[in-house]
């Protein structure tokens, strides 16, 4: 009898450790509604209830160029999620280029963005992300 115990509390330890395992990362791909730039989030953790925030970080593809990208993203209390990200971009030798996307959507990623893409500080057009299946993106 001692024996099936013990197996009985091994067996349910084993299911409480499976069901507190944090979710597993993946990769999102999304590209911009009005032009053929992709943005490529690595590991992106589940977006879960609201008041949850992730961090993102991954790259930038426009015009044959890959970027540094960087950001967040938060659930807010009507369950969509709010994102913010930056584009950190080298043009030349010594000079730089940021872009910036902020928006709204779902946890898929899809979403309604707006883009500074010159840096000062006023949006310079509204854009939207699509999901798209990683596998299709080609670096540059």
Known sequence: M???????????????????????????????????????????????????AIPLQGFYVRGGEACALSGAATVVSDGSVRFGATAHCLLAPGITSNVYFGGSGSADFAAGTHVDDDGDGSEDYSDGWTPIDCKTVILP
């Open 2 to 52: 001692p024996r099936t115990r013990a197996l009985a509390l091994a067996s349910a330890l084993a299911l409480l450790f499976l069901h507190a395992a944090p979710a597993v990362a993946k990769d999102v791909c999304v590209t911009e509604t009005s032009f053929p730039n992709l943005l490529v989030f690595k590991n992106v953790k589940k977006l879960k209830k609201p008041g949850t």
